[in-house]
């Protein structure tokens, strides 16, 4: 008997790229007007149908791991310029 196609892939493989295919499907909110509007229209190109915004993220998602902490950077950082403005005013 043949074997499975793609039984020599992990498992855990099979289950991420399950998982990307599913986001890919995904309507995704918006960051402009917040509707789940959001559908992958190329490339990590990503499109609101609603507002018309067109934005760049993730391949299958639109807002990338990498993005989401970068932000969190930004925001801190932020924080604390804001922080040391108030202590020298
Ligand atoms: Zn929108």
């Known amino acids: 008997m043949k074997k499975e196609l793609g039984s020599r892939y992990g498992k855990k493989i099979r289950e991420r790229v399950k998982k990307a295919t599913s986001e890919l499907r ?9 509707k789940k509007s959001v559908k992958r229209v190329g490339f990590a190109l ?3 149908k609603s507002c018309k915004i067109e934005f760049a993220g993730g391949a299958y998602s639109p807002e990338t791991t990498v993005g989401s902490t970068a932000r969190k950077i930004i925001e801190a950082i932020s924080e604390q310029l804001k922080q040391a403005k108030q202590t020298e005013a």
Not at 26 to 34: F, I, L, M, V
């Open 26 to 34: 995904k309507r995704h909110a918006c960051p402009q007007c917040g």
């Open 46 to 48: 990503w499109k609101c």
